[in-house]
């Protein structure tokens, strides 16, 4: 199965950082990551799909980035409803659709 | 919208069988595009997917938890079902029942968990 490494598992910051979670596979994915947000007790929502693609609704302030086996998460300027758990997921290989280990995202 | 709803105990004991359903609305479970899917998060922890079928039937387990897993469709209500044998405090959980899209460009399928039940904690303890 394809692993995926998260970094870092926690990071602290303020309202208006600029926020970067990186994503890394054990083997080329090309573009097929997604990531998600989770809030504390509630399912995760999907926010990227093909490592860029914005899903509707979601706010312009993500950006999805990579290609290959590194990919990044940008939050350009915290918002306070942006403190939540980021996974990525590789969306290649069905059914092991395998998620990374979560980054947690606190003030 | 698809919109999904697990239901089941929310307890059970060491050794027995775990029965979760999910109820979908605002869509077909017979959608070509969808792979209907569990998902489950223990305590503090990542997610880990447990099991997927498609319409056609076609089931899809965890190679860990695959000798123990049972996945099945019911589409005259719209619904799918989990069951889980002989469950340990190791599956204490939230359960998800979740819709992967297939999406397909550049030549190449794409899985994606886009909707979500609101999820169920399952405990498992005597």
């Known amino acids: 199965d394809i692993q995926l490494t998260q970094s870092p598992s926690s990071v602290s910051a303020s309202v208006g950082d600029r926020v970067i979670i990186t994503c890394r596979a054990s083997q080329d994915i090309s573009r097929w990551l997604a990531w998600y947000q989770q809030k504390p007790g509630k399912a995760p929502k999907l926010l990227i799909s093909a490592a860029l693609n914005l899903q509707s609704g979601v706010p312009s302030r993500f950006s999805g980035s990579g290609s290959g086996t590194d990919f990044t998460l940008t939050i350009s300027s915290l918002q306070p409803e942006d403190f939540s758990t980021y996974y990525c997921q590789q969306a290649n290989t069905f059914p092991a659709l395998t998620v990374g280990g979560g980054t947690k995202v606190e003030i | 919208q698809v919109q999904l709803q697990e239901s089941g105990p929310g307890l059970v004991k060491p050794s027995q069988t775990l029965s979760l359903s999910c109820t979908v609305s605002?869509?077909?479970?017979?959608?070509?595009?969808?792979?209907w899917t569990w998902i489950r998060q223990p305590p503090g922890k990542g997610l880990q997917w447990i099991a997927s079928?498609?319409?056609?039937?076609?089931?899809y387990y965890s190679p860990s938890l695959k000798s123990r897993l049972s996945i099945s469709l019911d589409t005259s209500n719209n619904q799918f079902s989990l069951k889980l044998s002989s469950v340990t405090a190791a599956d204490t959980a939230v359960y998800y029942c979740?819709?992967?899209?297939?999406?397909?460009?550049?030549?190449?399928?794409?899985?994606?968990?886009?909707?979500w039940g609101q999820g169920t904690l399952v405990t498992v303890s005597s």
């Open positions: 979740v819709r992967v899209r297939n999406d397909y460009s550049d030549f190449t399928n794409q899985y994606y968990f886009d909707f």
């Open positions: 605002g869509g077909s479970i017979n959608s070509p595009n969808s792979y």
């Open positions: 079928i498609y319409y056609s039937g076609s089931t």
